[in-house]
């Protein structure tokens, strides 16, 4: 069983690999901020980064934050096992979104 913090995680770190852009503003992230966010209180420091990454880091077409976790920051059970279907989801978000599957 993996947790759903253990997943975004790994998701974060193969983001991260995948792409450029997205590893620099991972590495660009200050570790006050991460602790003070409210909305990643729930997580623990070394899931934070990843989570946020995942959640914030790239920007659609209206020029907003697209997330690609399967749900809201808010509404996530970060200790929770995640579910396949869940992770079905975040897996296809990170791989569509970065480009390495093309629909």
Do not use: H
């Not at 200050?30 to 995942?54: M, P, Q």
């Not at 976790?69 to 396949?84: M, Q, V």
């Not at 279907?85 to 970065?98: C, Q, S």
Request: charged share 15%.
């Amino acid at each position: 069983t993996m947790t759903q913090e253990q997943f975004f995680t790994i998701m974060g770190r193969l983001a991260a690999f995948l792409n450029c852009n997205v590893s620099g503003y991972y590495d660009g992230l200050d570790e006050d901020s991460l602790n003070t966010d409210a909305e990643l209180a729930a997580f623990r420091s070394w899931a934070r980064g990843y989570v946020k990454t995942l959640s914030s880091c790239l920007l659609n077409g209206d020029g907003e934050t697209a997330s690609m976790l399967f749900g809201e920051l808010s509404a996530l059970s970060p200790g929770a096992p995640i579910t396949r279907g869940e992770a079905a989801v975040t897996m296809y978000n990170v791989l569509t979104m970065l480009g390495v599957l093309v629909y």
